[in-house]
């Protein structure tokens, strides 16, 4: 409950979700039954955008609109504010965020792999702290003959990002097709953390990016799990 006021605020958002068959997103939105007790027992409750808000109102049966508050993620942009770039003859590029299924890490290595056959790229994953989702990326890095490019690195303290992000010239920002990124509106923070820090930027086409974000003024889009559009975005920039 909000200290002070007496009134129960929430903050919601779909949960990490394995990318799911193509009947998936046909299917109507669902809540738990925990979660609908949750939210019609709340005052107000804080989404992420208004795709999230839409799809929370048709979930929830009878929750009113006007319940539902949309509240953008947010940094703090004085400690994510831009630092010099570091001059390199290498192309280098930056993920950020955990290696999760529904980041869409084979998506990522392809369209790498595409990339890496035209120029000499070097390729950062930074962030995830779990080792079996490391080892799990190291293969598919290797089987796509890119391990000797990519540096992957596990938890990152929050000062630290933007000396992470000084050092990339582009930042990746992955998402597959699941409910959580489509529909329901989530997308990943570091989209944000990259625009505050000046890097251009290659973002999955998510509803929710596309509220925030215009294709080919603030970050180039592509469809989720299209390698050869994400592959061009690279080459382009």
Request: glycine share 8%; net charge negative; hydrophobic share 45%.
């Amino acid at each position: 409950r909000q200290r002070g006021s007496g009134k129960l605020v929430i903050e919601w958002s779909r949960p990490e979700q394995s990318p799911a068959g193509p009947t998936a997103e046909a299917a109507p939105p669902r809540l738990s039954a925990e979660e609908k007790r949750a939210l019609h027992a709340a005052d107000v409750i804080f989404v992420p955008s208004v795709t999230a808000r839409t799809y929370l109102t048709a979930a929830s049966g009878k929750l009113h609109a006007d319940r539902i508050a949309v509240v953008p993620f947010g940094i703090d942009v004085d400690l994510f504010d831009w630092e010099p770039e570091q001059p390199s003859e290498r192309f280098r590029v930056c993920h950020l965020g955990p290696l999760t299924a529904d980041r869409d890490l084979p998506t990522l290595v392809a369209a790498l792999r595409s990339t890496a056959a035209r120029a000499p790229v070097t390729i950062r994953l930074v962030g995830d702290a779990d080792s079996a989702r490391r080892r799990h990326a190291e293969e598919l890095l290797d089987a796509a003959g890119l391990a000797g490019q990519t540096e992957i690195v596990g938890a990152v303290d929050l000062e630290s990002l933007p000396a992470v992000i000084a050092w990339a010239d582009v930042g990746l920002v992955t998402a597959a097709a699941t409910e959580r990124f489509g529909r329901a509106g989530d997308y990943p923070l570091s989209l944000l953390q990259f625009l505050a820090c000046r890097r251009a930027t290659v973002a999955a086409r998510l509803p929710a990016v596309e509220e925030i974000v215009r294709d080919g003024d603030d970050a180039l889009l592509y469809s989720p799990g299209d390698a050869g559009a994400h592959g061009s975005a690279l080459e382009f920039l």
